[in-house]
Nanobody, 114 residues
Framework: QVQLVESGGGLVQAGGSLRLSCAAS???????MGWYRQATGKQRELVAR???????EYGDSVQGRFTISRDNAKNTVYVQMNSLKPEDTAVYYC?????????WGQGTQVTVSS
């Protein structure tokens, strides 16, 4: 089973940027990958996802500010987060869809101060 490890989270001021990385222990070449987030007391929601052929989709609240990308050679998925807002504060999880199953990383905390 491919393991997913997120990194790049931290504390940033509003208006700042962060880039999250999700490193997989095996090939992601044929997998759809995504980022989700869960704020305290809220349901997990889609941030962005990217298919195996590179098509992308974004959550409404991050459209135009976040960019997802993948590097299949490095088995890594990224999300570049710009113009961060306090409401972006959450635990961010990497997701891999493979043969009808969802696999998750352990999450990385992003905190945006006002």
């Amino acid at each position: 089973q491919v393991q997913l490890v997120e990194s790049g989270g931290g504390l940033v001021q509003a208006g700042g940027s962060l880039r999250l990385s999700c490193a997989a222990s095996g090939s992601i070449r044929f997998s759809d990958m995504g980022w989700y987030r869960q704020a305290t007391g809220k349901q997990r929601e889609l941030v962005a996802r990217i298919t195996s052929i590179g098509s992308t989709e974004y959550g409404d609240s991050v459209q135009g500010r976040f960019t997802i990308s993948r590097d299949n050679a490095k088995n890594t998925v990224y999300v570049q987060m710009n113009s961060l807002k306090p409401e972006d504060t959450a635990v961010y999880y990497c997701n891999r869809k493979w043969r009808g199953n969802n696999y998750w990383g352990q999450g990385t905390q992003v905190t945006v101060s006002s």
